[in-house]
């Protein structure tokens, strides 16, 4: 395939954006080459600037589960648009999303829409804050809220100590209130919370982990969670931006059964518009402005196209819920297609999956949280990507994120991804 075209867009954005991309992920840095500039898209099939086709496992990151310009949701844009794009000023169709996600999502009485992922998080936290009185929060390592201030923060010189910043321009104070946690590892917060008693607002968490590959929580862990945080007074905030709306209605709270006191959203909650979410019950979210003392707020948020994205996409998953099965359903025979392959390559694999979420590490112990998915073999992963690229197969391009399966894809589109596997020289 020639990719000509977009390298010579990718040279010319350079020129005027901050490494050519508006948002890092895209630039290629993890696995080499040049990013590719789309075109177009349809079902699942991405059309880029050089005129390939190629089959798309990232759906945005996740947002369009329905496969791309998905007919529902873009005739109700298009409708939704001509009517005006931005009003400062209550719109009807915002209470029909909202109405509709809590009907979906269990335990939630109100929800606040924003614009982003990273609105969502950073809000969520500022209002366990506000609710509990208190500062700190436990996030855990390899575990992605979006690129607020709180959440840039890394272990610094050990799991019990403060956390360091790992974005310059992240205060120490900042980073001070950000406790750093393995995945799947109890015992570890259960010691942050004693060195921090009284101390600590809100635990977060990515119920099923997508951003260090996609990695399962044990029930043990949490279960315990859950249980630590009530017998502590620590609100538990399940940043489902992924899991929401793509493991199922409910979502991962659904899924696992465990009951969060404050949930995030974002991606397929906007139908492939920009929109975040967060949501708890009534004694939580009334303490939200105008309601309550905690400040939030934003120009677009609610936006009227947004709201009819999330509308359709909602709309559509909450009467056909058997896609979830079928995602589910899809992803496992890809999981088995890929195993079958790489088994006979006599290399180090492992396949992690949950529901629509499935990652390839090229590691020989098993990935359970940060540290087991860093020692996945880059190189290995590179010449991964890019054979698999070569082949029209549009993975994500690092070895750290989920792919994410759509609903427009066929069985031949994923006995063509297995088979490209099969011919690649890992
Ligand atoms: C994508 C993501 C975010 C950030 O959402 P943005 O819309 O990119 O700001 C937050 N949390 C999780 C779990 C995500 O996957």
């Known amino acids: 395939m020639n990719y000509q075209r977009s390298s010579s867009l990718f040279a010319t954005a350079k020129k005027y954006i901050p490494g050519g991309v508006n948002s890092p992920v895209r630039a290629f840095?993890?696995?080499?080459?040049?990013?590719?500039?789309?075109?177009?898209?349809?079902?699942?099939?991405?059309?880029?600037?050089?005129?390939?086709?190629?089959?798309?496992?990232?759906?945005?990151?996740?947002?369009?589960?329905?496969?791309?310009?998905?007919?529902?949701?873009?005739?109700?844009?298009?409708?939704?648009?001509?009517?005006g794009t931005s009003f400062g000023m209550p719109t009807e169709i915002e209470t029909q999303l909202a109405q509709l996600a809590v009907s979906m999502v269990p335990n939630i009485d109100k929800i606040r829409f924003v614009n982003s992922g990273t609105e969502a998080c950073m809000s969520a936290v500022r209002l366990a804050r506000g609710f509990t009185g208190k500062d700190k929060i436990i996030k855990f390592a390899g575990c992605y809220h979006g690129h607020s201030d709180s959440f840039l923060i890394q272990a610094g010189s050990g799991a019990v100590t403060f956390g360091s910043p790992n974005s310059p321009g992240v205060t120490q104070g900042t980073a001070r209130d950000t406790l750093l946690a393995a995945y799947n590892d109890l015992e570890g917060v259960k010691a942050l919370i004693k060195a921090n008693k009284g101390e600590l607002a809100a635990i977060i968490i990515e119920p099923i982990a997508g951003n260090m590959g996609c990695v399962v929580p044990t029930t043990a862990f949490i279960e315990g969670l859950r249980e630590v945080?009530?017998?502590?007074?620590?609100?538990?905030?399940?940043?489902?931006?992924?899991?929401?709306?793509?493991?199922?209605?409910?979502?991962?709270?659904?899924?696992?059964?465990?009951?969060?006191?404050?949930?995030?959203?974002?991606k397929v909650i906007g139908g492939g518009l920009p929109v975040g979410a967060f949501a708890a019950r009534t004694e939580i979210m009334d303490y939200l402005a105008p309601q309550g003392p905690v400040y939030q707020a934003g120009t677009l948020s609610g936006n009227p196209l947004a709201m009819s994205a999330g509308l359709a996409m909602l709309t559509e998953l909450n009467d056909r819920p058997e896609i979830f099965q079928s995602l589910a359903d899809k992803t496992e025979y890809l999981h088995k297609g890929l195993d079958r392959v790489l088994s006979k390559k006599e290399i180090a694999y492992q396949i992690n999956r949950y529901g629509s979420m499935i990652s390839v590490h090229f590691t020989d112990s098993p990935v359970t949280d940060f540290t087991s998915s860093a020692k996945g073999n880059n190189e290995r992963?590179?010449?991964?990507?890019?054979?698999m690229l070569a082949k029209g197969i549009y993975l994500p391009p690092s070895a750290f994120e989920s792919y994410f399966l759509n609903d427009a894809l066929r069985y031949a589109d994923l006995d063509e991804t297995i088979k490209a596997l099969e011919s690649l020289n890992l």
Request: net charge negative; charged share 25%.
């Open 381 to 387: 992963f590179k010449a991964y990507f890019h054979g």
């Open 229 to 266: 945080c009530t017998q502590n007074d620590i609100l538990l905030i399940f940043d489902e931006v992924m899991t929401g709306f793509r493991l199922g209605r409910g979502g991962a709270q659904e899924a696992l059964g465990i009951d969060a006191d404050i949930l995030c959203f974002g």
């Open 29 to 83: 840095k993890a696995v080499g080459g040049d990013p590719i500039f789309v075109k177009e898209a349809k079902g699942a099939y991405l059309y880029d600037e050089d005129g390939n086709k190629l089959i798309d496992y990232i759906a945005s990151w996740g947002p369009l589960i329905l496969g791309h310009a998905h007919g529902p949701v873009i005739d109700a844009v298009v409708e939704k648009a001509k009517k």
